[in-house]
């Protein structure tokens, strides 16, 4: 039962969070300079016909009432016309939806896949050739920008190789470069994060007990070191997973992907504002989810977390 309480309480506690975060966006957004109506009629229509698109878009209302008139249609299922294009903002997201969440979930199986196997070795080998070969590769990893890593990696695996296509979507073969190159710094950070906090449980009381009660050393590491030291790595994981479904936008750029990074590039770029509060307000709502959904397996990892309190 404090199960339920606690989930229905972090749902509710998600409410004044995405107010606060459309909120945000609206304001500035709205006072950015720039007239949407100008900037869609361009800078040589007549006053009349600006003031009338105005008019339509509802920009001559207060800027609060505008912002309120919006959520209330929004909590309908409204989340408007693109301004530009004329399309509805909701249909064109759920429709780039499936592209951006398949390239955060493949972006993250690589990095737990490869980061935290590799992190664990450089732990267990510790001072040795290994740690160092892992430590200088997850260095090169967090300092390499992502836009050059996807495009070294389209000139040797596409170009040279053939072995991969090189932009566009389709198949799980098109999603492989880009989740390797926007998962890259999450590789990293696991491999990091991981060696950091399982040195920690290594070197603690009861590891040191356990081995001298005989226990052998894969033992020790797994079902010791390991279950103390995952907390850290989980809440990265959840954390990882959020900011790739937020910031897709340069991967999606280099490889042609049509996802939600580059439709809320658009919009920002032309102060359509339903389309960035529409991408904004329900990624915040799937970014709320996913960290609820992690603090529950906190649990499940260390029975002694509990999530009523």
Not at 86 to 101: G, I, K, Q, W
Not at 160 to 165: E, F, I, M, S, Y
Not at 218 to 241: D, E
Not at 264 to 287: E, F, N, Q, R, Y
Request: aromatic residues 10%; glycine residues 8%.
């Amino acid at each position: 039962m404090s199960m339920v309480k606690y989930i229905l309480k972090r749902l509710l506690m998600l409410i004044p969070v995405m107010v606060g975060i459309s909120l945000f966006i609206y304001l500035v957004l709205s006072l950015a300079p720039g007239d949407p109506a100008r900037m869609i009629l361009g800078m040589d229509a007549l006053p009349e016909d600006i003031e009338a698109l105005r008019e339509e878009l509802g920009l001559n209302k207060p800027l609060l009432i505008r912002y309120g008139l919006y959520m209330w249609d929004a909590l309908h299922g409204d989340f408007g016309t693109s301004w530009y294009q004329r399309f509805d903002v909701a249909s064109e997201f759920f429709h780039r939806l499936p592209n951006t969440f398949w390239l955060a979930f493949i972006a993250n199986a690589f990095s737990i896949i490869i980061g935290i196997p590799v992190g664990i070795i450089a732990a267990v080998r510790h001072n040795k050739p290994a740690d160092y070969v892992v430590t200088f590769f997850s260095l090169l990893l967090c300092s390499a920008p992502g836009f050059w890593l996807g495009m070294l990696a389209q000139l040797l695996f596409c170009i040279r190789l053939g072995w991969l296509p090189s932009s566009g979507v389709g198949s799980f073969a098109h999603f492989i470069l880009p989740a390797l190159t926007m998962g890259g710094g999450i590789i990293a950070i696991n491999m990091r994060t991981t060696r950091t906090w399982l040195l920690d449980s290594i070197r603690s009381d009861y590891v040191r007990t356990a081995r001298a009660k005989g226990a052998r050393e894969g033992r020790v590491i797994v079902h010791h070191a390991m279950r103390n030291s995952m907390l850290p790595v989980i809440t990265g994981l959840g954390m990882n997973f959020a900011a790739c479904m937020a910031g897709t936008a340069v991967t999606e750029t280099v490889f042609a992907i049509p996802g939600i990074g580059s439709f809320i590039t658009t919009g920002v770029k032309t102060k359509d504002i339903p389309i960035v509060l529409c991408s904004v307000i329900i990624i915040a709502l799937m970014v709320g989810l996913v960290n609820l959904i992690v603090d529950i397996i906190y649990a499940v990892v260390d029975p002694r977390v509990k999530l009523g309190s």
